[in-house]
């Protein structure tokens, strides 16, 4: 069965309202980095990390996966799939997507503060500041932070050698060392870029098709090509 290796990116999950740090008037707007997405910055003012992930939560929680979502999760019934994400949300799997490997953590999990093995899911969308976990530690929002490594990228550059094909959806790749994932895709295979950006593809050295597309005008359409090529 052919391989579908989709990577996704921001993009995806704006169209369903999530603002994204890239947006002028998004979420992130009202906040530096540096205050709210860094290890300093939980260790100098934990209050104010953990209130900007519970807004995150909530956030999250007034949304649903949009057709971009939907499109990657109805390739599972054609094709073996599976999905690397640098998004934070938990939208491919509330499409119906299975295998979904988060490069950059996951919204709606915590994590001891002092064993990164320890995970914990969280129902609502609201972290109590105190809130710990089983090994006492104080518990901090399942998230990579920048300036910390990003644990699951050995995982999906492995993913990604396999694919047969490769679709890279809403992400400007600019962010590493996710955006190096396409360098590990075999040359010969086709990658699928949906973006109605001009995202930086000099490092994509495969057959290329560009669809200048949103999210979720694109993938839908992408996805229906594919599948009709297998009739």
């Not at 169209?15 to 002028?24: E, L, V, W």
């Not at 499409?95 to 988060?102: C, D, F, L, N």
């Not at 895709?185 to 495969?206: H, Q, S």
Request: hydrophobic share 45%.
């Amino acid at each position: 069965m052919t391989k579908i290796v989709v990577f996704t990116g921001a993009g995806v999950s704006a169209d369903s309202g999530i603002s994204t740090f890239r947006d002028a008037d998004g979420l992130w707007a009202n906040y530096r980095i540096e205050d709210v997405c860094t290890p300093e910055a939980l260790a100098r003012n934990r209050e104010l990390v953990i209130e900007f992930y519970n807004i995150r939560r909530r956030e999250l929680l007034s949304v649903e996966p949009n057709a971009a979502h939907r499109a990657i999760a109805e390739l599972e019934q054609h094709f073996d799939v599976e999905v690397v994400t640098q998004n934070v949300d938990n939208l491919h799997e509330r499409a119906g997507s299975t295998r979904v490997t988060h490069l950059h953590g996951e919204l709606m999990k915590l994590r001891s503060e002092r064993n990164p093995e320890l995970i914990v899911p969280i129902e609502e969308w609201e972290q109590p500041l105190d809130a710990r976990a089983e090994d006492g530690a104080l518990l901090r929002p399942h998230i990579v932070f920048f300036g910390e490594s990003v644990p699951m990228f050995d995982a999906a550059t492995h993913i990604a050698a396999t694919a047969d094909v490769m679709i890279v959806v809403g992400t400007s790749l600019a962010v590493y060392p996710a955006a190096m994932l396409v360098r590990y895709a075999r040359p010969e295979i086709p990658i699928y870029l949906v973006d109605p950006g001009n995202p930086d593809t000099a490092m994509i050295r495969n057959p290329l098709t560009h669809i200048k597309s949103r999210a979720a005008e694109g993938m839908p359409a992408l996805a229906e090509k594919l599948i009709s090529e297998l009739k």
